[in-house]
C-alpha cells in the first residue's frame, strides 16, 4: 500500500513539515530510474530518493546521501535555488506534488511501473519536462486530471450495489484481499456496508505496519499477522520499508539466484566427471584397436581371391574375433584405420585424464564459493565477495541480458555473441586473454570464445565443434565449407570509434568446417 492513495496522504502533511521552506540545490540521478532530491534549510539538508525502476517503485527519506563523482546527471535544473512551499496529495489519487515559491510544481505520479515525475511550469496544465521520458504519454498529462471526487455514503455504495472498486477504486489490492477473506462477496448489502465501515475506519488509522508473506515485503493500514514492525511515522514506515523490500530483498534475490547458478554449475560440473569417468574407463579396460590390426596384417595371405570375411585367431586374448571388409577394402586398409584409431584412442585417453583433473579441481573451486557465499550476511558484503570473484562474472549477471548464447560441449564452454554490439560487449567484459577467439573468414558473424586456462590445450573436436558454430552464426551459414579464422584472444584488439563488431587480429590460423546449428551439434533441446 506504499503506492496507495491511503498512505500517500499521510505521507504529504509530514513531508510538507520536512521540505516546506528549505531551498532545492540539487536533483540528479546516478542509477537508472532512480532521482535524489536535495533541499537545504536553515540548519537541516533533507533528501528524498525516489527509485522508479519497474517493478520496484519506492520512496525513502535518508538522513544523508553521497553523491558519486562519476556517472551521475542533473535533472529538473529550474528547480535548483527554488523554494518549496507546499507538499499535497491529489484527491482519492496515487500522485502528490510540491510547490514551489516560483510556482512551479514538481508531481510525483506513483502509477505502479508507469510511475513517473513530472515538472509543470508556473499555472501550466501540461508537463515541461519527465524523468521517465520513455513515458511518451506523460508528455502531455494535464495533472488536473488525475484527482477524482468521490462520495463516500451509504447512499452511494446502495447505488452501485456493493461494488467495492466502483465505490472506493483507490482500495489496491491488499484491502480488496481483506474484504474478501471475511466474506465481502457472499454477504448482502447491509452486510457488505457494516465490512466496509471498518474497513475504512482502519484507514483512518494512521498506524502503518510492515510485514512479510511469501518473502516478500510491503506496507500496509491494516492489522496483519504477518507483522514485522509498526509506525506511526509514514516517513519512517516508507524507510523501512525500502531497506527492507528494495535494498535487503534485492540483496537476498541477488545472492538466492548467484547461489542456484553455483550449484547448477556444480552439478554440470559433476555430471562432466560422471560420464568421463565412465568413458575413461570404458578406454582403459577395452582392448587396443591396434592388437586387431595386427591380427590382420598377420594374417594378409588369407585375404585371397575376393574373400571378404574371416575368423580369425586373435593371438593377443587367444579367442576367435570376426573380421570383415567393406567392397573393395583391403586388410591393409583397414588395419591401417585400426591402428590411426588406435593411436586417437591414446591421444583421447590422455585429454581425459587431463579434463577430469581440471573439471575435479573446478568443481573444488565452486564448492569453496558456495560455503563462502553462505556466510555473506548483507550487501556490502555480497559486493564484496562479487569483486573477489570477478571472473564468475557471467553467473553474476542476469543470463537475459548476457551479450553472449552459451554452450557446453566436452567440458569446455563457448560463447557466441548474439550481434555486432554485443561481440564488442563480449570481447571488453568477459574475454580473457587465454581464452581462443574465432570468427568467419572474410565475412560478418558472431565473435565466438572457447573458454579456457593458460595451461589447457584445446582438443581438435571441440575447435570444430566451436568453428562450426562461427560458421553457423555468420554470412557463410548456407556453405557446403567454410573458412573460420582462430586465434588466442590476446591478439585480437578493438580499435577505437570502429564499427561495433570490428576487430584488428594477428596470428591468426585458418580451419575448414561445414557450418552447424546448435540443434545438429548438440540435439533439440539443448
Known amino acids: 500500500m506504499h503506492l496507495n492513495y491511503h498512505f500517500i496522504r499521510y505521507l504529504c502533511p509530514s513531508l510538507k513539515l520536512m521540505f516546506e521552506g528549505k531551498e532545492i540545490t540539487a536533483c540528479f540521478s546516478q542509477t537508472k530510474n532512480e532521482l535524489i532530491l536535495e533541499a537545504v534549510g536553515t540548519n537541516e539538508t533533507k533528501f528524498l530518493k525516489a527509485q522508479l525502476n519497474p517493478p520496484q517503485i519506492f520512496l525513502s527519506f535518508p538522513d544523508d546521501f553521497k553523491r558519486a563523482k562519476q556517472h551521475s546527471i542533473n535533472y529538473f535544473k529550474e528547480l535548483i535555488g527554488d523554494r518549496i512551499t507546499d507538499c499535497q496529495v491529489l484527491s482519492f489519487e496515487r500522485a502528490f506534488y510540491f510547490k514551489m515559491k516560483s510556482g512551479k510544481m514538481l508531481l510525483f505520479k506513483l502509477h ?37 471526487n468521490l462520495e463516500i ?22 484491502p480488496r484481499d481483506w474484504l474478501k477473506a471475511r466474506g465481502y462477496l457472499e454477504g448482502n448489502l447491509a452486510q457488505k456496508w457494516a465490512l466496509m465501515e471498518e474497513l475504512l475506519d482502519c484507514l483512518e488509522s494512521p498506524l502503518f505496519t510492515i510485514a512479510s508473506e511469501s518473502a516478500e515485503v510491503y506496507l500496509s493500514l491494516l492489522p496483519d499477522s504477518n507483522s514485522i514492525s509498526s509506525f506511526s511515522n509514514p516517513i519512517q514506515a516508507a524507510n523501512e520499508l525500502y531497506s527492507l523490500a528494495f535494498i535487503k530483498g534485492n540483496f537476498d534475490r541477488e545472492k538466492a539466484t548467484l547461489a542456484k547458478k553455483y550449484q547448477d554449475q556444480l552439478k554440470r ?47 593377443y586374448s587367444e579367442k576367435p574375433v570376426n573380421v570383415q571388409l567393406k567392397p573393395n577394402q583391403k586388410p591393409q586398409d583397414l588395419a591401417a584405420s585400426l591402428y590411426r584409431k588406435s593411436k586417437n584412442r591414446k591421444l583421447e585417453w590422455v585429454q581425459l585424464e587431463k579434463n577430469i583433473s581440471f573439471k575435479q579441481s573446478q568443481s573444488l573451486e565452486v564448492e569453496l564459493k558456495i560455503l563462502e557465499l553462505e556466510k555473506v550476511n548483507n550487501p556490502r558484503e555480497f559486493k564484496l565477495f562479487k569483486k573477489v570473484n570477478s571472473e564468475d562474472k557471467v553467473l553474476q549477471k542476469e543470463s537475459e541480458v548476457l551479450p553472449f548464447k552459451v554452450f ?28 581462443l577467439w574465432l570468427h568467419a573468414r572474410m565475412v560478418a558473424g558472431s565473435h565466438v570464445l572457447i573458454k579456457k586456462s593458460v595451461t589447457q590445450n584445446i582438443p581438435q573436436q571441440v575447435l570444430e565443434t566451436a568453428a562450426q558454430l562461427a560458421a553457423y552464426y555468420s554470412k557463410s551459414k548456407t556453405d557446403s565449407l567454410a573458412s573460420v579464422i582462430y586465434t588466442p584472444a590476446k591478439y585480437v584488439r578493438k580499435v577505437k ?13 585458418v580451419i575448414l568446417v561445414k557450418p552447424a546449428s546448435p540443434e545438429e551439434i548438440f540435439g533439440k533441446g539443448n
Open 112 to 148: 505502479g511501473n508507469r510511475s513517473n515525475i513530472l515538472l509543470y511550469e508556473t499555472d501550466s496544465l501540461v508537463p515541461s519536462r519527465t524523468f521517465r521520458n520513455e513515458l511518451v504519454e506523460d508528455k502531455t498529462l494535464d495533472w488536473t486530471t488525475l484527482g477524482k
Open 153 to 174: 455514503s451509504f447512499e452511494e455504495f446502495e447505488r452501485l450495489e456493493g461494488n467495492a472498486s466502483k465505490f472506493l477504486p483507490t482500495l489496491g489490492s491488499i
Open 269 to 315: 560440473l559433476h555430471s562432466y566427471l560422471d560420464k568421463s569417468s565412465k568413458k575413461l574407463k570404458e578406454l582403459q579396460e577395452a582392448a587396443p584397436q591396434s592388437e586387431l590390426a595386427d591380427v590382420i596384417m598377420a594374417n594378409l595371405h588369407q585375404f585371397q581371391h575376393g574373400v571378404n570375411e574371416l575368423e580369425l585367431l586373435n593371438f
Open 408 to 435: 557446453e560441449f566436452e567440458g569446455y564452454t563457448i560463447w557466441v555473441g548474439k550481434s555486432a554490439q554485443a561481440n564488442d560487449e563480449m570481447l571488453r567484459n568477459y574475454t580473457k586473454k587465454e581464452d
Open 497 to 509: 570509434k570502429s564499427t561495433p563488431g570490428s576487430v584488428v587480429i594477428e596470428k591468426e590460423q
